[in-house]
């Protein structure tokens, strides 16, 4: 297994573009999630999926971030009409579900840049 | 409202030295506890993880922590610091759900001088 897959990793649009980021997580791992990094900051939680279910969505999801994992596997992220302050890392992390908290594991990020 | 505070924003130490890194929580029941790292670019490795049991845990890369309830702390320690291990160290409690909904801490960079 070769871990959590994110896809691009980097990416730079203009202000209002509309962007998609894809996540592929750890195969077995039926929990997925999704994660926002700032310059300087810790990530923050934005989303969770069990299975093809989006079981809880942070507040700082506008209606401008849709997310989704049809399948209950990959996951995509896109957002929409695109402003600078959403610039960030944006992690994807998975976790299986066998009891409570396990490890979550992360990929490697993708880095947004809204100029 | 859960909260993690890692008080010291930059560190560094010689290497060979010893490292504490500092993490203190707000949570209303026992705490899920984790310690990552984060290389530059890079996503986020875990140390080490406190869920019961022994106070002090061992993780990857010779580091370990100490949960102490009474001063809502899980500081992460090093006895000996080698200079790959200048990252960025996020502290991380689990929130109610039973699932990995993180909250992290802002982070401290650790430098690492030869």
Known sequence: DTGVSQDPRHKITKRGQNVTFRCDPISEH??????????????????????????????????????????????????????????????CASSSLTGGITEAFFGQGTRLTVV | AQSVTQPDIHITVSEGASLELRCNYSYGATPYLFWYVQSPGQGLQLLLKYFSGDTLVQGIKGFEAEFKRSQSSFNLRKPSVHWSDAAEYFCAVGAPGGYNKLIFGAGTRLAVHP
């Open chain 1, 30 to 91: 039926n929990r997925l999630y999704w994660y926002r990094q700032t310059l300087g900051q810790g990530p923050e939680f934005l989303t969770y999926f069990q299975n093809e279910a989006q079981l809880e969505k942070s507040r700082l999801l506008s209606d401008r971030f849709s997310a989704e994992r049809p399948k209950g596997s990959f996951s995509t992220l896109e957002i929409q009409r695109t402003e600078q302050g959403d610039s960030a890392m944006y992690l």
